[in-house]
């Protein structure tokens, strides 16, 4: 029987081609491609969260989380003022789980629902329509999209960003006994046109490694790996510039290294809730790679804000109430969703679970939390 998948277009396919006629593309090239390719990207095409999909972010595993952060939005809000009318942004807002349990927190500040204008800045159509679908029971058509960040019209904003950094284009270099050279991705020579497979390979001239490597990790072991992504910087400095033209409160929740830059190699392919090559089926997996925090900081005091942190994401969510308020649900649940409760607080704060690998940073205008940092830091 003829393989049915011969000659059916792919991401692979399309990349390959590119390849072969233009030469090998970077890291972060091949990353924006396999994530958001029009056509066949991975956020394109599909709805990737929960136990469904192939992988669950902290708002899908209890609404406590997204409680919390709904209350720090409420009290960085009043403690800038209360201005308002406000743009309440996130940045990647999957489902529109977390935007939802932050409205419903914001309940006990009905002056914060009643000037916040939500903003939404997702590429994706599958998802816009997931998250339509979530908050239009709250919002009704009160819900603005946007592409990209730079859309979102001027003004006091609350901005809110988990897991958003992570997915964001990184680009590698590596140290060789001729200096540093920028990690590429090319088509293995034995692969056919129907089954293209790729390999990293180094660019030939070292030109972009040592353009992008660090000065802090310049002098690094030889084989040092070392990421950096532009892009993640690039929205940090627009964060900071909004927040230093008007009065508002950033905050940024992922997976990463608080003190950056670090030697490593952490580009990870997820699909079905487990590891998978990060080359392989582009546009079929999951791609992300650990935040460096620090730079992130640094970017976005570089656009003009001040930031604060970086806290463990245990850490900030005990800061906050998360205990009493797991206890508060216990103590009107069944005894199995109790257990559901103290087991969804484990997974949130446990340092060996997501406690200590995920961070929080926070960015504001400069001079509004004089008196003490944002809540939580």
């Known amino acids: 029987m003829a393989d049915e998948s011969a000659g059916q277009e792919t991401l692979a396919r399309l990349l390959a081609r590119r390849i072969v006629m233009d030469g090998p593309v970077s890291v972060g090239t091949f990353m924006a491609e396999a994530l958001g390719h029009p056509r066949f990207g991975y956020y394109m095409r599909r709805d990737p969260f929960g136990t469904g999909g192939d992988f669950t972010t902290a708002p899908e595993i209890s609404q406590m989380f997204g409680e919390l952060v709904g209350l720090w939005c409420v009290d960085s809000w009043a403690r800038l003022g209360g201005p308002g009318p406000f743009h309440l942004v996130e940045l990647g807002p999957g489902r529109g789980t977390l935007m939802a349990d932050v409205l419903r927190a914001a309940a006990v500040l009905p002056l914060f629902r009643d000037n916040a204008i939500v903003h939404l800045v997702e ?37 809110i960003a988990n897991e958003f950094f992570d997915a964001l284009p990184i680009r590698q270099v590596q140290k060789t006994n001729y200096g540093w050279f920028e990690r590429l991705v090319d088509v293995e020579p034995a692969s056919t046109e129907d089954d293209p497979r790729f390999r990293f390979v180094l660019e030939a001239f070292g030109s972009s490694g ?40 950033a905050l940024a929740i992922d997976y990463g290294y608080a003190h950056g830059p670090a030697v490593g ?26 935040v460096d925090f620090a730079a992130i900081a640094a970017a976005a005091r570089e656009g003009g804000a001040q930031s604060f942190g970086v806290a463990e994401q245990g850490e900030w969510l005990s800061r906050l109430g998360i205990r009493q308020r797991a206890s508060a649900l216990a103590a009107k649940a069944s005894p199995a969703q109790a257990q559901d409760i103290r087991g969804a607080l484990d997974r949130l704060i446990d340092p060996a679970q ?24």
């Not at 908050?135 to 001027?154: F, K, N, Y």
């Not at 997501?354 to 830091?377: C, E, H, I, W, Y």
């Open 123 to 159: 590429t994706s159509p599958s998802l816009r329509e997931r998250q339509r679908q979530t908050l239009q029971p709250i919002l009704g058509d009160a819900i603005h999209w946007h592409d990209r960040l730079d859309d979102v019209p001027d003004g006091p904003t609350i901005l």
């Open 210 to 249: 040592n353009r992008l490597v660090p000065d802090a990790l310049r002098e690094a072991p030889d084989g040092s790996v070392v990421e950096v992504s532009p892009a993640s910087q690039a929205v940090a400095r627009l964060i900071g510039t909004r927040l230093a033209a008007a009065p508002g409160a």
């Open 265 to 290: 190699d952490t580009l990870q392919a997820m699909r079905r809730h487990a590891y998978a090559p990060v080359l392989e089926a582009p546009g079929e997996a999951d791609l992300t790679a650990h």
């Open 354 to 377: 997501m406690g200590r690998l995920f961070k929080l940073v926070a960015f504001a205008t400069p001079g509004a939390f004089a008196d003490s940092p944002p809540a939580g830091f």
